[in-house]
């Protein structure tokens, strides 16, 4: 991706990832977000970003590919440095992050300079399953020289977890649609009338 104004090509990608980035995140609410993460070869691996919104001050949630080295939480942006969640974290680094195993508070930095950053951003791409094969990565075959001329304009995210979280608004807020669903199912079920023909 590029550094500068996105490519119309990139420009629909970043739509297509926005449309399906909600879709993501309604499972995750309503309690599916072992399920996202169930295939990661394919589906990738997925979790929840909570950052502040820079102009608005306002909580904002975004689904991205992650990979979890030696016990810290790695992403990407992939659009580089026109990502909003990206930029709301460079302006107040404390996020939240839903995870397939709990909800934390961490702090995010930009490690994009970090000796290790090639061997970092591969081991998301990897993680991130058909999501790096759409952008024309194959992480797990493409060579250093070939990733990091493809990821140059790729920002590489570390999130260090400070400590667990729970309350209102999170992960599995929307979990108890599936019981009143099921509920009223039954009840439609044993009120139709039958037909005595």
């Keep these: 991706m590029s550094a500068g104004p996105l490519s119309p090509t990139e420009e629909m990608l970043r739509q297509v990832f926005k449309r399906f980035n909600a879709f993501m995140l309604l499972l995750w609410r309503l309690g599916l977000g072992g399920w996202v993460n169930a295939w990661p070869p394919v589906g990738g691996r997925i979790m929840v970003l909570t950052h502040i919104g820079r102009k608005t001050g306002l909580r904002r949630r975004t689904p991205v590919n992650y990979a979890e080295i030696d016990g810290d939480v790695y992403c990407t942006a992939g659009f580089g440095g026109v990502s909003d969640w990206y930029r709301n974290l460079l302006a107040n680094p404390n996020v939240e992050v839903w995870l397939p195993n709990g909800w934390w508070v961490g702090v995010a930095e930009d490690v994009t300079d970090a000796p290790d950053h090639l061997y970092l951003m ?24 070939d990733l990091a001329a493809v990821t140059q304009d790729y920002r590489l ?3 260090r977890r400070t400590r667990p979280y729970m309350g209102p608004g999170g992960p599995n807020d929307l979990a108890w649609i599936w019981p009143l669903a ?16």
């Design 157 to 159: 995210v570390h999130i």
């Design 122 to 145: 591969r081991q998301v791409l990897i993680a991130s399953g058909f999501a790096a094969m759409v952008a024309g990565i194959d992480a797990r075959r493409i060579d250093d020289a």
């Design 182 to 197: 099921t509920l009223l199912l039954l009840l439609r079920l044993m009120t139709r009338p039958r037909n005595t023909r």
